[in-house]
């Protein structure tokens, strides 16, 4: 069983920075390593479609960023404890939304699924900009 748990999430003003966490736990042997997954960050503002957000391949090799945060967020991810990280920088209002993280296994070294058929996700944080 792969459980995902997101923290870090706020309430901030716009131009202010946040980092998001997600662990990625396992429980057995079955579920894989860490670097079996592909690891994405979505959001979904109230009224809206959830959206691919980034994404790092199972070996961090490869990124990959939505237009509408390329330049402002970086995802990077920790190995040693099995952690992703979302940088937030220079925050606007219309980043408000509840961001979640999401594990894939993939077979695939390099690939970052951009869609919204990860195998695995988190509860979810609320990320809040005031202008």
Do not use: H
Request: charged share 20%; glycine share 10%.
């Amino acid at each position: 069983q792969v459980q995902l748990v997101e923290s870090g999430g706020g309430l901030v003003q716009a131009r202010a920075s946040l980092r998001l966490s997600c662990a990625n736990s396992r429980r057995t042997v079955s579920d894989g390593a860490f670097s079996d997954f592909a690891m994405g960050w979505f959001r979904q503002a109230s009224g809206k479609e959830r959206e691919f957000i980034a994404g790092i391949s199972r070996y961090g090799g490869t990124t990959m960023y939505a237009d509408s945060v390329k330049g402002r967020f970086t995802i990077s991810r920790d190995y040693n404890n099995a952690m992703v990280y979302l940088q937030m920088n220079n925050l606007k209002p219309e980043d408000t939304a509840v961001y979640y993280c999401a594990a894939e296994r993939t077979q695939s070294t390099e690939a970052v699924p951009t869609t919204n058929s990860y195998d695995f996700w988190g509860q979810g944080t609320q990320v809040t900009v005031s202008s």
